[in-house]
């Protein structure tokens, strides 16, 4: 969708709820998924009228970019709930620590110990996801599937983080399905109960495999 389709911010919101809930319906129980809105790549004035529809969960992958326009959103509207879902290098983990409320992107040791000691420096003690690189894929970043028990566990044991939830970004040339199913089978085994998986392209796939996040960009703020 372009960002000039004659669609309101309000009426893309709606129509990805719906969508969101239909595919829910089709699951036992209906449990909805949280919507994070990916703002990454948009500016104040295009995120402002999302926020004014309703939505509170937002996501950025870049710390830098994201410190140019959340400080000033946050303020205007204190309910807002800003996730990190990028790649978190450790000399940034105090911003990120300081400005994000949900760290999706916990992926190392070194990472993991640096970001504990920011928040236990900064007192805010931060729900986090491992990203699990569910593809095997060389490029992408995400802790190892054979790896990913454990270091959920050294996770909360060694360095103290609050694990909710793994997070995964699928191979874009699979059908992202049964990485989905795969994600769900690592949680239980891991012990942790979020599930934040699905994109724009496949965020009913993802509700679907029990996804309790999904991560939405372009089907809500237009193609970047
Ligand atoms: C950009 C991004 C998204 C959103 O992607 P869309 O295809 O625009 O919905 C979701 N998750 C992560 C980690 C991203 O970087």
Known sequence: MSPNAPETAAQRLADIKTRM?????????????????????????????????????????????????????????????????????????????????????????KLARVLSGEMEKQNRHLPCFVQVNIGGEEQKAGVAVSETVAFVARCRDQYGLDIVGLMCIPPVEDAPGPYFAQLARLATEAGVSQLSMGMSSDFETAILMGATQVRVGSALFGAR
């Open 21 to 109: 809930d239909r595919a829910a319906g089709r699951l036992e129980g209906g449990a909805r998924a949280n919507l994070v809105a990916v703002s990454k790549t948009f500016d104040a004035s295009a995120i402002a009228p999302v926020i004014e529809a309703g939505q509170r969960h937002f996501g950025e992958n870049r710390v830098q970019e994201a410190q140019g326009k959340w400080p000033a959103l946050k303020s205007a509207y204190r309910d807002i709930v800003l996730h990190l879902i990028g790649p978190l290098q450790t000399n940034k983990a105090g911003d990120a620590v300081g400005l994000f409320d949900v760290i999706e992107s916990v992926d190392r040791d």
